[in-house]
């Protein structure tokens, strides 16, 4: 058996959303590797006593997930004001707020925010372009004079 590194690994697993799409959640660590390669987690046994058991054997597992932040969650931090632009592949943008920034082990801070069902997801696993700014932010005109910030401007 080889350890693992700590909030590093965890299964990933394939689900259905409420309106039929297909869905990808990690929600068991892995907290080590057997002889084989295969990942190991620590599973509860009804009578509260813990044991190792191989999470690729169950029928919706579909493989290993890296947290190239770092890992599990620590702390939730409040959006505050910040809010997020998302650029569709026809161009098309549309703003919503960050609900929460999650602070993981490591130290990495990422963005939160809910899809159109109110799940919740990390923005670092977004698929579209995006761009991050303060409700408070501005930009200053060609004489230097501060005016408000215009999110249709700009990229990501």
Do not use: C
């Amino acid at each position: 058996m080889i350890p693992a590194q700590p909030g590093r690994y965890f299964l990933r697993y394939e689900g259905t959303k409420p309106d039929g799409k297909t869905d990808y959640f990690e929600n068991e660590e892995v907290v080590a590797w057997n002889e084989n390669g295969e990942p190991l987690v620590l599973d509860e046994r009804p009578d509260h006593r813990h044991h190792l058991r191989t999470g690729s054997r169950e029928s919706n597992y579909v493989g290993v997930a890296e947290t190239a932040e770092g890992g599990r969650t620590v702390q939730l931090i409040p959006g505050n004001g910040w809010q997020v632009e998302h650029t569709e592949e026809d161009g098309t943008r549309w703003g919503e707020p960050i609900l929460a920034w999650a602070l993981d082990v490591s130290g990495w801070v990422s963005p939160l925010t809910t899809d159109s069902d109110g799940v919740g997801y990390n923005l670092h696993d977004s698929r579209r372009e995006y761009r991050l700014y303060h409700t408070d932010s501005y930009e200053l005109d060609a004489q230097g004079q501060r005016r408000a910030a215009d999110i249709t401007e700009g990229t990501s």
